[in-house]
């Protein structure tokens, strides 16, 4: 079965560092593009940006170019997406992505909140 | 880029039909047979219900189909059945981005 799994929920004050991750099982990882994206309560979804494992070719989100880094590890067949210092405006679920052309399978998603 | 649009809201009662549209440019929607739709229930993570325009993945009701003219796409709920109440958005390939365009999404209620 192909499956994205997500690291847990976080909570974080403004300022601090913090790396999520999303663990790809049951598909040749390293082959697809995969990413994240944001979804802020009652609002649309938003790219962050993706990745392609194999040659770690990145591509942002305008919005996000140098707000987030986004890495993967081949060896371990996971996703992550960094920030250095949050702020209380990334609080949001965030979801870990698969990209197959048009088709997206999704992580189960992680919940970020930062307040002080 | 800009997002794909979506009605906001569809109802219906239970038993009929509904379709939600989804509006994109001949770089997305127009250009490409790669528009897939989710549905999204309160705290849950989105689920493929159509890929391909109009394929169903395996396990998904044979009550939800996908079409597409020209630059819009649609998704058919047929015989709504409270289960159905969610949001769902559609999201296409296109030519401008990697990064797959989104639809505003559209909240069905089942009245």
């Known amino acids: 079965e192909v499956q994205l799994v997500q690291s847990g929920a976080e909570v974080k004050k403004p300022g601090e560092s913090l790396k999520i991750s999303c663990e790809g099982s049951?598909?040749?990882?390293?082959?697809?593009?995969i990413g994240w994206v944001r979804q802020m309560p009652d609002k649309g979804l938003e790219w962050l940006g993706l990745i392609y494992p194999r040659d770690s070719d990145t591509r942002y989100s305008p919005s996000f170019q140098g707000q987030v880094t986004i890495s993967a590890d081949t060896s371990t067949n996971t996703a992550y997406v960094q920030w250095s210092a949050l702020k209380a405006s990334d609080t949001a679920m965030y979801y870990c992505v698969r990209r197959d052309r048009g088709v997206l399978l999704w992580g189960q998603g992680t919940l970020v909140t930062v307040s002080s | 880029q800009s997002a794909l649009t979506q009605p906001a809201s569809v109802s219906g009662s239970p038993g009929q039909s509904i379709t939600i549209s989804c509006s994109g440019t001949s770089s997305d929607v127009g250009d490409y047979s790669y528009v897939s739709w989710y549905q999204q229930h309160p705290g849950k993570a989105p689920k493929l219900m159509i890929y391909d325009v109009n394929n169903r993945p395996s396990g998904v009701s044979n009550r939800f189909s996908g079409s597409k003219s020209g630059n819009t796409a649609s998704l058919t709920i047929s015989g709504l059945q409270a289960e159905d109440e969610a949001d769902y958005f559609c999201s296409s390939y296109t030519t401008i981005s990697t990064l797959n365009v989104f639809g505003t999404g559209t909240k069905v209620t089942v009245l």
């Open positions: 049951g598909y040749s990882f390293s082959i697809y593009w």
